[in-house]
């Protein structure tokens, strides 16, 4: 018999924990060491080789929920993302990139990938037609993040999976919006899913890290590029993401149902244009969402309306903080325009739907009723200095 897949909750708490049968303490111990013996050990470890305790540990929980048969841990999510990349890419392929990437991805694509000899296009869009249209005959990898950032857009996991399995491509996503909570890409036939634990599995904004999941197969690969770049995690850090991660599940399902009801309030506010949320009934990808994702998450964006002025709005919150980061248990505001996406041009943006009045929100898990009289306080302050005496 094939012993049940554990609740979510419970792969946090426990899977691969580290037991400690010295002093039966509550936790797994931290093991520092960055010597072990070589003789008579069925494992060379080393922190570098991936493959200390406390990194396989936290492997094996990461593995378990993500549902792929191997994790392995990075110093940073570029860490684990350009890792990845040049694991299964070399002189003469191409990528095919979706067009709504995280900056520091696009930054990876456009300033290194050509001194290796490595082509890459940007998708038009994130619809299925939008990739197979960018495939050439060299290409090797889809590469694909959802939902997006800051617009919420939602891909196809399943779509993109079967095009890229029919073209015989590999497929890797930024699986860092969901966390494993909200979307798992592998049992949709997504091949290496990516993480930068830095946002919902570190979670207190503290912890700066990466994960890859995927096959043993593709970890092999992953894992020999990984060894000389050398982009592998402090123990003591890896511990600190193991206690975080334990309290994912529960953080995230806050966070969610915060995104929810303020989504909701945002979209009836007077002094709101729009709001982009998968969870809401009038995003366009609402249904895909839906079908792919256990929880809409915890991220949307909005835009005010135009007579608001948005630095003026952001200096008068009090409870919520405008934050480059995201999914902190604090919930935290940015603008894209003058942050994420400064550096492209107003053409550019505009050509992707970012405008200047556009306002990316991570809900932290406080009470929606003082995140709504922060809101509610701030916009009046703002109205308030606008209208002339
Ligand atoms: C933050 C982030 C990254 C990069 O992660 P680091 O830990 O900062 O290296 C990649 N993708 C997404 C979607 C992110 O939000």
Redesign the pocket.
């Known amino acids: 018999m094939k012993t049940p897949k554990k609740g979510v909750n419970t792969i946090c708490a426990h899977v691969g924990e580290l037991k400690d049968k010295e002093f039966k303490g509550a936790v797994s111990p931290l093991y520092m060491s960055t010597s072990y013996e070589f003789e008579d050990v069925e494992v060379k470890r080393y922190p570098r080789y991936f493959n200390t305790p406390n990194q396989e540990a936290l492997g094996k929980k990461l593995a378990a929920l993500e549902n792929t048969e191997a994790a392995m841990i990075f110093g ?6 350009s890792t990845a990349l040049m694991s299964f890419l070399q002189a003469g392929d191409h990528v095919v990139f979706q067009q709504t990437l ?1 900056g ?2 696009y930054n990876f694509a456009v300033t290194q990938l050509e001194k290796y000899g490595i082509s890459f296009s940007f998708t038009n869009g994130w619809g299925i037609p939008d990739f197979e249209k960018e495939i050439k005959p060299n290409t090797k990898v889809i590469f694909i ?1 959802t939902p997006s ?1 800051p617009l919420l857009t939602v891909t196809d996991l399943k779509g993109i999976a079967q095009l890229a399995k029919s073209r015989g491509l590999l497929t890797m996503i ?1 699986n ?2 969901a966390s494993p909570i909200n979307q798992n890409p592998g049992n949709f036939g997504i091949d290496v899913v ?6 919902y599995m570190g979670g207190h904004s503290d912890i ?3 994960v890859v999941a995927t096959s043993n197969e593709n970890m092999e690969k992953i894992f020999q590029t990984a060894i000389c770049f050398g982009g592998s995690l402090s123990d003591y850090t890896v511990w600190l993401l193991e206690r975080s991660i334990k309290t994912m599940g529960i953080r995230v399902k806050a966070q969610n149902e915060n995104a929810m009801k303020m989504a909701k309030y945002l979209s009836v506010s007077d002094d709101v244009e729009n709001v982009y949320y998968p969870g809401l009934e009038i995003h366009p990808d609402h249904d895909l969402a839906k079908s792919q994702m256990n929880g809409f998450g915890g991220m949307l964006s909005f835009e005010l309306h135009s007579g608001i002025d948005v630095s003026q709005f952001f200096k008068q919150l009090k409870l919520i903080k405008p934050s480059m ?3 902190g248990i604090e919930s935290t505001v940015l603008s894209p325009t003058k942050t994420s996406h400064a550096l492209m041009s107003p053409g550019d943006r505009e050509k992707q739907g970012i405008k200047d009045s556009l306002i990316r929100f991570s809900l932290g898990i406080e009470e929606t009723e003082d995140l709504i009289q922060d809101i509610e306080q701030a916009i009046n302050q703002v109205k308030s200095m606008q209208v002339p005496a």
Do not use: P
């Open positions: 940073s999510g570029m860490a684990a993302i995280y520091g991805t993040e950032n930024d860092t919006f990516l993480h930068s634990a830095t946002k700066c890290a990466g980061s995201l999914a």
